[in-house]
């Protein structure tokens, strides 16, 4: 069974840094694309990040281009978002989210999605 585990959301100031974690298990591909998306309150779903396993080519929402970071360790099929600069607009539930091709991220959706994990950036 596939499953995305997500890790290290929590409480940061603003101008801070914080790293999550997803751990993919189960992945039916050999290549895949891997990556974050957010919401938070009252609004829609953001595309955040995300990375190929091919090439590691990588991927970012133009509100985080430059802030945020995503990495992908092969071997542990673990993906890392990043964070630095944070802003309290920032703030959202953050989702790990996994399909066999990056545009899944663009335009059809992942298939496969974490429970997400909470970042809240305040003062």
């Known amino acids: 069974e596939v499953q995305l585990v997500e890790s290290g959301g929590g409480e940061v100031q603003p101008g801070g840094s914080l790293r999550l974690s997803c751990v993919a298990s189960?992945?039916?591909?050999?290549?895949?694309?891997i990556g974050w998306f957010r919401q938070a309150p009252g609004k829609e779903r953001e595309g955040v990040a995300c990375?190929?396993?091919?090439?590691?080519?990588?991927y970012y929402g133009s509100s985080v281009k430059g802030r945020f970071t995503i990495l992908l360790d092969n071997a542990k099929t673990t993906a890392y978002l990043q964070m630095d600069s944070l802003k309290p607009e920032d703030t959202a539930v953050y989702y790990c989210?996994?399909?066999?091709?990056?545009?899944?991220?663009?335009?059809?959706?992942?298939?496969?999605w974490g429970k997400g994990t909470p970042v809240t950036v305040s003062s």
């Open positions: 189960g992945l039916p591909w050999d290549d895949y694309a």
């Open positions: 989210a996994s399909d066999q091709y990056v545009a899944a991220y663009y335009y059809y959706g992942m298939s496969y």
């Open positions: 990375i190929s396993s091919s090439d590691g080519s990588t």
